[in-house]
């Protein structure tokens, strides 16, 4: 599987930004998708998820951002609203096999990841 993130950029804090993340090399409905993010100096820490219908969200982000999946594009969309500057970090796309159902927040159960797509959000 390859993924491929795009859309980050530079925006004032309180704007929107949407990524992406196209796949391809197998079957995008039987992936379950997330995305994580890593600032300078930190860990690398989960954003948000989506297997099948379901979604979930860190709680820093809830209320502002919505992911999406369009299985016909195979892609992965997390809309970004009312970023604050402590979102700026570079993002990350990551996918596993759906069959999968234990925690979407750990990063090593993730097999498949996208080589990042940098957001800074100016104060």
């Known amino acids: 599987v390859q993924l491929q993130a795009f859309g980050g950029g530079l925006v004032q804090a309180g704007g929107s930004l949407r990524l992406s993340c196209a796949a391809s090399g197998r079957t995008f409905s039987s992936l379950s998708m997330a995305w994580f993010r890593q600032a300078p100096g930190k860990e690398r820490e989960f954003v948000a998820a989506?297997?099948?219908?379901?979604?979930y969200y860190t709680d820093s982000v809830k209320g502002r951002f919505t992911v999406s999946r369009d299985n016909t594009k195979n892609t992965v969309s997390p809309q970004m609203n009312s970023l604050k500057p402590e979102d700026t970090a570079v993002y990350y796309c990551a996918a596993r096999d759906t069959r999968w159902g234990g925690s979407y927040d750990i990063p090593t159960t993730y097999d498949y990841w996208g080589q990042g797509t940098l957001v800074t959000v100016s104060s």
């Open positions: 989506i297997r099948m219908s379901l979604t």
